[in-house]
């Protein structure tokens, strides 16, 4: 359990220097991939949807799978059309709401074609800058919509809302889980579930481990996608960097609740040129360490006593003692 461990595809490209002096130009894809695969302790990749699958799904799967690599899941990206800045699913233009949705469905086939099932969608662009731009009923209409036809396009693919409060947009319309949740009832299809980003959560104001409880509650959590931030936006900063009890808290719920997914590093090493093999194995490093005392915790009578009585400093001093040995 919490063994599996998945991460940014573009953060390969990160200081390209050290991997390719004489490199003209941006890595390709199956170059950042073969520098992923040097990462000791990585078992997964995730790709984006169209922007790292060019040619042919299975073919792609199988030279992932020759570097010793799986591939966790694709997710969406929605940058191929300028028009999808006003919204994808929710655009004002029918004609782009339905190549939105038309594109989701290719992902979701190159998902399956690819031996995995899992597909996560980040609306970004579904949102709005201004009081008085949209007409709010109407395209949470649209949204639901498009989630629906989606998600209804193969049952058997696990469909993923990664959610987050804003950028591109101002305001996001699915910013925060209790939203992304509102919409998955009403939409009402069983392959639907929620990816909780840490950073994402930290700036919707959310404390990650209950929101990831509350998801496991209403829905499905299917994905984790694990960095750290000053709660003012993505930084996507190293693993436990800012919050580490808080991301202790979260691996120790999703423990408690039986999640049993990939743990996938969302982190950005390319924003201060780091060595993204260097950081990617930094974080596996913290997890793992987290993931041991999570469980140690998980059978520590007098945390879960602690626990039951709401008693803060008994908890704290347990915790306390499993992190620094006070």
């Given at each position: 359990?919490?063994?599996?461990?998945?991460?940014?595809?573009?953060?390969?490209?990160?200081?390209?220097?050290?991997?390719?002096?004489?490199?003209?130009?941006?890595?390709?894809?199956?170059?950042?991939?073969?520098?992923?695969?040097?990462?000791?302790?990585?078992?997964?990749?995730?790709?984006?949807?169209?922007?790292?699958?060019?040619?042919?799904?299975?073919?792609?799967?199988?030279?992932?799978?020759?570097?010793?690599?799986?591939?966790?899941?694709?997710?969406?990206?929605?940058?191929?059309?300028?028009?999808?800045?006003?919204?994808?699913?929710?655009?004002?233009?029918?004609?782009?709401?339905?190549?939105?949705?038309?594109?989701?469905?290719?992902?979701?086939?190159?998902?399956?074609?690819?031996?995995?099932?899992?597909?996560?969608?980040?609306?970004?662009?579904?949102?709005?800058d201004y009081n008085f731009q949209l007409d709010y009923g109407q395209v949470w209409d649209w949204e639901i919509a498009g989630i629906?036809?989606v998600a209804a396009h193969d049952p058997d693919c696990r469909i993923s809302i990664e959610y987050k409060p804003d950028e591109p947009?101002?305001?996001?319309?699915?910013?925060?889980?209790?939203?992304?949740?509102?919409?998955?009832?009403?939409?009402?299809?069983?392959?639907?579930?929620?990816?909780?980003?840490?950073?994402?959560?930290?700036?919707?104001?959310?404390?990650?481990?209950?929101?990831?409880?509350?998801?496991?509650?209403?829905?499905?959590?299917?994905?984790?996608?694990?960095?750290?931030?000053?709660?003012?936006?993505?930084?996507?900063?190293?693993?436990?960097?800012?919050?580490?009890?808080?991301?202790?808290?979260?691996?120790?719920?999703?423990?408690?609740?039986?999640?049993?997914?990939?743990?996938?590093?969302?982190?950005?090493?390319?924003?201060?040129?780091?060595?993204?093999?260097?950081?990617?194995?930094?974080?596996?490093?913290?997890?793992?360490?987290?993931?041991?005392?999570?469980?140690?915790?998980?059978?520590?009578?007098?945390?879960?006593?602690?626990?039951?009585?709401?008693?803060?400093?008994?908890?704290?001093?347990?915790?306390?003692?499993?992190?620094?040995?006070?």
């Amino acid at each position: 359990m919490l063994s599996r461990f998945a991460t940014r595809l573009n953060s390969f490209a990160s200081a390209p220097h050290l991997q390719w002096p004489d490199l003209v130009g941006k890595p390709t894809m199956m170059q950042m991939a073969e520098r992923a695969a040097t990462v000791s302790g990585l078992t997964d990749l995730d790709l984006n949807f169209p922007d790292h699958v060019s040619g042919e799904p299975e073919s792609i799967a199988r030279r992932i799978g020759d570097l010793g690599l799986s591939i966790n899941g694709l997710a969406m990206r929605y940058y191929t059309n300028p028009a999808f800045k006003r919204g994808a699913f929710t655009n004002p233009e029918a004609s782009v709401r339905r190549e939105a949705i038309d594109l989701t469905k290719r992902g979701i086939d190159a998902v399956r074609a690819m031996g995995t099932d899992l597909m996560t969608i980040w609306l970004g662009q579904d949102g709005f800058d201004y009081n008085f731009q949209l007409d709010y009923g109407q395209v949470w209409d649209w949204e639901i919509a498009g989630i629906r036809e989606v998600a209804a396009h193969d049952p058997d693919c696990r469909i993923s809302i990664e959610y987050k409060p804003d950028e591109p947009r101002a305001q996001s319309l699915l910013r925060d889980a209790a939203t992304t949740l509102l919409a998955i009832s009403e939409v009402g299809l069983a392959n639907l579930g929620v990816t909780i980003d840490f950073a994402h959560a930290l700036y919707a104001g959310e404390q990650p481990a209950l929101v990831a409880h509350l998801i496991h509650r209403r829905s499905r959590l299917l994905g984790v996608h694990l960095n750290d931030g000053y709660a003012k936006r993505d930084d996507g900063l190293m693993v436990g960097a800012v919050h580490l009890r808080s991301t202790l808290e979260l691996l120790h719920q999703i423990r408690r609740d039986g999640f049993d997914g990939a743990l996938y590093f969302d982190t950005f090493p390319d924003t201060s040129g780091l060595d993204p093999v260097a950081e990617c194995e930094a974080n596996i490093a913290t997890v793992r360490r987290l993931v041991e005392i999570a469980e140690g915790l998980a059978g520590d009578n007098g945390l879960a006593d602690a626990l039951a009585r709401q008693d803060g400093v008994a908890s704290q001093r347990i915790v306390n003692r499993a992190l620094i040995g006070a």
